[in-house]
Structures are given as structure tokens and as C-alpha cells.
């Protein structure tokens, strides 16, 4: 079993749609969970950051943890045109330090179009 | 801001053929990273700086080597070219500090024929 799992899609979707876009992990040793947008031909840019489980909200994008399932997800409201990119879940464990690891364990990433 | 910067944006290579991609961060970043895109594989982890003067491998190190030259620079370097090489390299760089994200480039598209 991969340690994050992702759904490649592709999905497609009208604009005005709900998006949910979901990851699942195995290792409960992961604390810190992002979600990155990468768009055609370009490096992947941080859209969400989150540590603790629940809801965190940034205009029309909300990034949910579930840890006791292992489950995160990215929601985006009132889709656009412009949203139509890859996004790819991201996740590490706790340094020993404190706060982040070094390193980022990323699921395969999940292609969206989103349709005018 | 430039931010992470990678040379070339593109290469063409021959089997056996040896090339070094350059990537250099702006933003007093401690430690920088390596990895290869692949379609179906996702991103995975070439090698890794967690600070000046280290170097540690990441899941896919093999036919590979790493140079962290100075605080902004870390170099990949690829000896004798295989064809299963062929790949996107995306350079990253992270603040020192909790929570901080990783932030990337723009890529270098290598094609070994």
C-alpha cells in the first residue's frame, strides 16, 4: 500500500461547481498536510497548509483533515476556469525538533478542468 | 521575487551523455531539495539539503549526485545519462522554522534519447 493515495482523475466539471478533491494515508506518523496547485508546465505552488484535524478556509478553497480516518480533502467552491490545473495532497511527519520534517511525501496528484 | 530559479528549462541529452541543472533560491532558505516528475509516479524526492554543508538521499537517488555549493545553490548532477532519466526535475527550497512549506520552481524538462 503507497503511503498517500490520490485519485489521478482526470475531473471534469462545470464553472459554479463544487470541486471535493480527497487523499487517503497510512501513516499515522503524519502531523502537517498541504495541498499544492500545479499548472501546466510549472512548479507546484502551496495553496493550503494545515496541522491539526478540521476545517481550515481560505476564500473558496477549504482544506479538511480527518486524522482518525486518514483522510484529507480540498474543497473549491464556485469552480473557474482558472482553477483548471493539477493539485496534488502533500503531507510529513513531525521532525524530532518539533514542527515540520524535511521531507514531503506527495500523492500522485489529481488533473481538474474545469469547463466555461 | 525570483524566488527558486532552475537552469536550463530544457535539455536534450544522449545516452551516456553527463549534465549538471543548476538551482538557486533567493529567499535565505536553509534547506533545498531535488525531485523528478514522472506521469503516474507523481513527484518523488531525488535528494535533499536539510542545511548548508549536508546532503542526504530521498527515494530515488540512484544515477544521481548533489552539490549544495553555498546557502542559495544545489546542483544535480547526472553522470551518464539513461534514457530512464527522461523527466522533469523540479527544484525546492523551505524556510528553517516549524511549518514551513516547501516552495518550487518551475522545472527543468530533460529528455535522454
Known amino acids: 500500500q503507497k503511503e498517500v493515495e490520490q485519485d489521478p482523475g482526470p475531473l471534469s466539471v462545470p464553472e459554479g461547481a463544487i470541486v471535493s478533491l480527497n487523499c487517503t494515508y497510512s501513516?499515522?506518523?503524519?502531523?502537517?498536510f498541504m495541498w499544492y496547485r500545479q499548472y501546466s508546465r510549472k512548479g507546484p505552488e502551496l495553496l493550503m497548509y494545515?496541522?491539526?484535524?478540521g476545517n481550515k478556509e481560505d476564500g473558496r478553497f477549504t482544506a479538511q483533515v480527518d486524522k482518525s480516518s486518514k483522510y484529507i480533502s480540498l474543497f473549491i467552491r464556485d469552480s473557474q476556469p482558472s482553477d483548471s490545473a493539477t493539485y496534488l495532497c502533500?503531507?510529513?511527519?513531525?521532525?524530532?525538533?518539533?514542527?515540520?520534517?524535511?521531507?514531503?511525501?506527495f500523492g500522485k496528484g489529481t488533473l481538474l478542468t474545469v469547463n466555461p | 521575487n525570483a524566488g527558486v530559479t532552475q537552469t536550463p528549462k530544457f535539455q536534450v541529452l544522449k545516452t551516456g551523455q553527463s549534465m549538471t541543472l543548476q538551482c538557486a533560491q533567493d529567499?535565505?532558505?536553509?534547506?533545498m531539495y531535488w525531485y523528478r516528475q514522472d506521469p503516474g509516479m507523481g513527484l518523488r524526492l531525488i535528494y535533499y539539503?536539510?542545511?548548508?554543508?549536508?546532503?542526504d538521499k530521498g527515494e530515488v537517488p540512484n544515477g544521481y549526485n548533489v552539490s549544495r555549493l553555498n546557502k542559495r545553490e544545489f546542483s544535480l548532477r547526472l553522470e551518464s545519462a539513461a534514457p530512464s532519466q527522461t523527466s522533469v526535475y523540479f527544484c525546492?527550497?523551505?524556510?528553517?522554522?516549524?511549518?514551513?512549506?516547501?516552495?518550487f520552481g518551475d522545472g527543468t524538462r530533460l529528455s535522454i534519447l
Open positions: 525546492a527550497s523551505r524556510a528553517l522554522g516549524t511549518n514551513q512549506p516547501q516552495h
Open positions: 501513516n499515522s506518523a503524519f502531523q502537517y
Open positions: 539539503s536539510a542545511s548548508e554543508g549536508t546532503t
Open positions: 494545515t496541522y491539526s484535524s
Open positions: 502533500a503531507m510529513s511527519a513531525r521532525s524530532n525538533s518539533g514542527g515540520s520534517n524535511y521531507k514531503l511525501t
Open positions: 529567499m535565505n532558505h536553509n534547506s
